[in-house]
């Protein structure tokens, strides 16, 4: 979705300068913050909450962490801002209308009166995100920063699973409260769903189930992961004890500061600000 006129690349003696970007995830539990300046990361921080948050809440957060970061005063030529939440459902082409957007989320979501549904065009996967988004957030950053691209997490991550272009994608990707798991088979998105979990009995459960009900097999279908996971921790090593083949997303396709430690597959919002 974007929301204000979309923004061109500026040029000096017909060189095009590559624009100052600025990506956003905001989540219940979470922000998210990447700058990409003429080609490299430049920032890239993390706030987690201690408890997840109401969106009014949200926005003092967010509010108080892009001033911290000396964003606020900043000039922007791209903002993009990605939503992360559970109010979400994938619409194939053939049945979507633009004017049932409330009623595809009603059957899986507990709307209020007030909530207004917005959506990612998802064209290679032949299917819509339906979504709730942050309004009180996407308000306030327009109004900060003018025109800027929205779109929902499970959109950005279901695109990035799909550029990998394997036969049999399963992927998740962590944080510390969910993780949103993405089945891509023959270049049909099959399952696109997020998952509350506490500990990593939760964590394997869901997946296993979903290796059974898509007739998946554990012995060769590689298990993709992306997010706050690692070799050796225990959401990893639970999988591994059930799963055969594990690999790490890598988000590639940018440079970073030399300060910047940065684990290719950790950071979907590195992508989102490079597209």
Known sequence: ??????????????????PKALSILVSLDGLSFCVLSFGKISLLSEVSFEKQLNPIEVLERLKKALSKEQLISEHFEKVTLTISNELFTCVPEALFNKNNLTNYL????????????????LPALQLHTVYIPFTNITNFIYDQFGAFTYRHS????????????????????????????VVIQANALKLANRFTYSSKEDFIYYILFTYEQLNLDREEDILYVSGLIEEGDDNYEMAFKYIRHIAFLEYSGYESDTSLELQPHQHLLIRQALI
Do not use: C, P, R
């Not at 009166?113 to 917005?118: E, G, L, Q, R, V």
């Open 1 to 18: 979705m974007v929301t204000g006129q979309k923004l061109m690349a500026q040029t000096t003696n017909n060189i095009i300068q590559t």
């Open 106 to 121: 009603k059957f899986s979501s507990k709307l209020l009166k007030t909530d207004f549904a917005d959506v990612d065009a």
């Open 154 to 181: 499970i959109s950005v991550f279901a695109e990035a699973i799909l550029a990998m272009q394997k036969e049999n994608s399963i992927a998740v990707n962590v944080t510390s409260q969910y993780f949103e798991l």
